[in-house]
């Protein structure tokens, strides 16, 4: 047996469905994933709260065709609903960085996933430069703030030093400067 058989294959199962989550996407959403987390991470030390990025399961129906997904970026305040690779509790935040094979799931079906499994904020990050942050109201998404990343000085909707702070954690703060940073430089 090579190497490659005994890596853990990127999938998720959602309703019984495997989906397939290779190949890697593209190197500016590992960038901005880093960067969120990096940001997060900090803002997190010292707390009892993880947040995990591009490699941890949530169980969102754990008794119910073990179904899985693998949030982008999740932070996880509850350490009793930890096991292994998977967590089976309800995160306090989730990301998740477009990318062409996945952007209508993670507007569709994981959105939904995430709503009902009460999520209180859900951000759908594009590499390319937007930033759309939902807020659990009445067991319903609300799309909360819309961003689209303009970092040239000259232009008048010019917005890099706009600040964005989590909800349940106001104290982590970033600005779109901040969650795009190297992926625009050539």
Known sequence: MGLA???RKRDEKINGVFYDMSPSPGYSHFIVDG????IIRNGLKGSICLVSMENFDFQYHPNVNDDYVCPDIMIICDRKHLKG???SGVPKFIAETLSHSTAKR??????????????????????QGSVEIY????????????HMFQNDEEDDDYNADVE???KAFPHIKMTLGEIFEGVFEK
Request: no cysteine.
């Open 5 to 7: 058989e005994f890596e």
């Open 35 to 38: 960067n969120i987390y990096a």
């Open 85 to 87: 690779g998977a967590y």
């Open 106 to 127: 993670d507007r569709t079906e994981k959105k939904d996933i995430y709503e009902q499994a009460g999520v209180e904020e859900y951000w759908i990050v594009s590499p």
């Open 135 to 146: 807020y659990l109201k009445d067991g319903r998404y609300v799309l909360e703030q819309n």
């Open 164 to 166: 964005i702070s989590l």
